[in-house]
């Protein structure tokens, strides 16, 4: 079974600075995917970015970037010029689509890490 | 486009009372799940279903019944709750062939 730690339970971060949250996961899979959900205050779960373990380059959304090392089974989260708005709970996931042999739709969160951007 | 409904946002049940939490998505998507987020754990799947018809039980199913009549909607029950099932539910939906999954917007849920 897979699964997902975010070692880091809160972190704060000025705002403009740039915060890195980190994600180690364990599989025997080669291929899979992996996620970074973002959840404000309101509660709402929102895809930040996504990586697909085949693709050696990392992904990039805007401000936000992954640092993606498939040997260390590590994936972590950087967020460039931090806004207010970026104050949230992040989560790490992962997926073995079944557009993979063996695979279903089923998300294996990490716990999470609390992220607060401070003016 | 409402996208994945849950409805109530909010509950309050004493022990032992049941009710089901309900979910609705009108992106054809079937793939749908369950999820309880519970502070420290982050979210654990309850159950799932891949199709109309067709449900499976996921990390914590226990005390939670789901039935999947149709492609839009995934109702999940408490028999019989529990202080232990105090949480905030996430019901999420995936199609075919995609990765992103939309989540409703959470129900929070008191038993006391």
Known sequence: ?119 | NAGVTQTPKFQVLKTGQSMTLQCAQDMNHEYMSWYRQDPGMGLRLIHYSVGAGITDQGEVPNGYNVSRSTTEDFPLRLLSAAPSQTSVYFCASIGRGNTEAFFGQGTRLTVV
């Open chain 1, 1 to 119: 079974a897979q699964t997902v730690t975010q070692s880091q339970p809160e972190m704060s971060v000025q705002e403009a600075e740039t915060v890195t949250l980190s994600c180690t996961y364990d599989t025997s899979e080669s291929n899979y995917y992996l996620f970074w959900y973002k959840q404000p205050p309101s509660r709402q779960m929102i895809l930040v970015i996504r990586q697909e373990a085949y693709k050696q380059q990392n992904a990039t959304e805007n401000r936000f970037s992954v640092n993606f090392q498939k040997a260390a089974k590590s994936f972590s989260l950087k967020i460039s010029d931090s806004q207010l708005g970026d104050t949230a709970m992040y989560f790490c996931a992962f997926m073995k689509p079944v557009s993979f042999q063996g695979g279903s739709e089923k998300l294996v969160f990490g716990k999470g890490t609390k992220l607060t951007v401070n003016p």
